[in-house]
């Protein structure tokens, strides 16, 4: 009997001790949830410091909390990869981060012993030297210097498929530039006997805007806008760029004496602000940027200017009127924009069935120049695919290019295509990978390139929410928003 009412007694103890667990984890669940509900994350995302980076595409409505944090990697781009480690090291500092997921290494943790191993001082002496040379990237500094965990999100097989097929293209290199650019110089031969002035600059405008300044390529914008009776309400994001770009041109003169002036204001801040002010103003211009420095700075100290100084520091009133504009500027929708813009304009151009299918080809032969080079972006590889079997097509029934079988086997070649289709491929290995190692309610970061446009597809299609975040880079031509977002040359293995 004792024996019986000692197991009772210990039982129930069990019991009462598994329904004491239980109850604590799921207040602590709870508190976590409710904590994140609290929380307004995307708000703390959003203050994001300027000189970071900046929120470019987010599916998250009425302030939600994302399930993902995705940052946009430019691979061995030093300046964009110190941005890199500064936003991780930001978010990380006001978010309670669950696990930071990286392309490029296997479904695991990733092991860095060969660097934690050295001596402390050794080690950040030698991970300063490979950050500021591109040798590593800003997410694996930051884990090597915090000791916090990284997981791989890649299958290893199709990893080293996708390597393998890379170095195979690279070098046949050669042999594709070749056949390119003699299909170029024939069709450049018939360009001369048809297009007019306008029809050269469209394609300048277009297809080599990459190597034109901002303001160069903004006023060439706003001269055909104007030229062809554009209707500007149509694109509105491309009238903000231009207006960006415009009121940058008149920032120009101004630009050499932003660091002296921003001193000169903060002296003057100093001196007519309380300490504290002063003190949480210093501590805040080390996560701006120098032009929203001089904004902040200069509101601060406006009523203590002299007329003489503020006439000096009018040109700062631009500088506002720029980032205005540069707040409501929505870069994917310029992206969609521009686009439909290059359309619009194509259609006022080419008006005959031969100057329209001239500037197919052409647009075409460098659609395939860059798919071959294994730097598209992809938008341009949307593109390219659905007109690669119309452009096989015309070259077979037109003789716009006598050399045309080099183009055709350019397109047919089974290892670019084998090499994309892989990329794509692992988007579905990624989100898998992704959403089998996190937990509800948590929030996680994962960096990647941008040739994976199809992974946030899969977000989407899967109700996870997400912001996308790409860094500041050193870049100054205007291409370089969309350089940024689709990451253009991820996969140019030549450049690593």
Do not use: W
């Amino acid at each position: 009997m004792i024996k019986l009412n000692a197991f009772i007694i210990t039982a129930f103890s069990i019991l009462f001790f598994i329904n004491i667990c239980y109850c604590a984890t799921t207040e602590q669940n709870n508190l976590q949830q409710q904590n994140m509900q609290e929380r307004k994350y995307y708000k703390i995302i959003k203050n994001l410091p300027s000189a970071f980076g900046k929120i470019f595409k987010t599916n998250i409505n009425n302030e939600e909390n994302p399930d993902i944090i995705i940052i946009n990697d430019l691979h061995s781009q030093s300046f964009a990869q110190k941005n890199i480690y500064s936003i991780i090291k930001y978010i990380k500092s006001e978010i309670d981060i669950d696990k930071i997921f990286i392309e490029g290494a296997s479904k695991e943790k990733v092991n860095y012993s060969a660097i934690t191993d050295i001596k402390k001082d050794i080690r950040q002496s030698l991970l300063n030297k490979m950050l500021n040379k591109g040798l590593v990237s800003g997410t694996e500094y930051f884990c090597y210097t915090t000791n916090t965990e990284l997981y791989g999100i890649e299958d290893s097989i199709l990893y080293d498929e996708t390597l393998k097929l890379a170095y195979i293209l690279i070098r046949n290199e050669n042999y594709f530039s070749v056949r390119i650019e003699k299909a170029k110089k024939e069709l450049n031969k018939l360009k001369e006997t048809i297009y007019s002035k306008d029809m050269f600059e469209f394609e300048y405008l277009f297809f080599s805007r990459t190597n034109i300044e901002t303001k160069k390529y903004s006023k060439q914008l706003l001269n055909i806008i104007n030229k062809y009776s554009i209707d500007i309400n149509k694109y509105s994001e491309i009238y903000n760029f231009i207006n960006i770009a415009n009121f940058d041109t008149k920032l120009e003169p101004y630009k050499k004496n932003f660091s002296k002036d921003f001193n000169y204001l903060v002296q003057k801040t100093k001196n007519y602000t309380p300490f504290n002010i002063y003190e949480k103003f210093i501590n805040g211009c080390k996560e701006k940027n120098i032009e929203d420095n001089l904004i902040y700075c200069y509101k601060l100290t406006n009523s203590f200017l002299s007329q003489k100084e503020k006439d000096y520091f009018s040109y700062i009133d631009i500088l506002i009127q720029k980032h205005n504009f540069e707040n409501i500027f929505d870069i994917s929708k310029y992206l969609d924009e521009e686009e439909s813009f290059y359309n619009d304009i194509l259609t006022n151009l080419f008006k005959t069935e031969e100057e329209k299918n001239i500037i197919f080809i052409s647009q075409m032969i460098f659609l395939t120049e860059k798919y071959t080079k294994l730097n598209i972006d992809f938008y341009n590889f949307d593109k390219f695919i659905l007109n690669r079997d119309k452009f096989i097509n015309m070259l077979n029934i037109t003789n716009y290019i006598r050399s045309k079988k080099g183009i055709i086997d350019i397109l047919n070649n089974e290892e670019l295509s084998d090499y994309y289709e892989n990329n794509i491929k692992r988007d579905t290995v990624f989100f898998k990978n992704v959403t089998d190692l996190t937990k509800e309610n948590t929030i996680n970061i994962l960096v990647v390139g941008g040739f994976h446009k199809n992974l946030l597809n899969l977000f989407d299609d899967n109700n996870k929410k997400y912001i996308v975040i790409f860094p500041n880079t050193n870049g100054n031509n205007n291409n370089i928003y969309k350089q940024l977002i689709l990451d253009i040359g991820s996969y140019n293995f030549t450049s690593k």
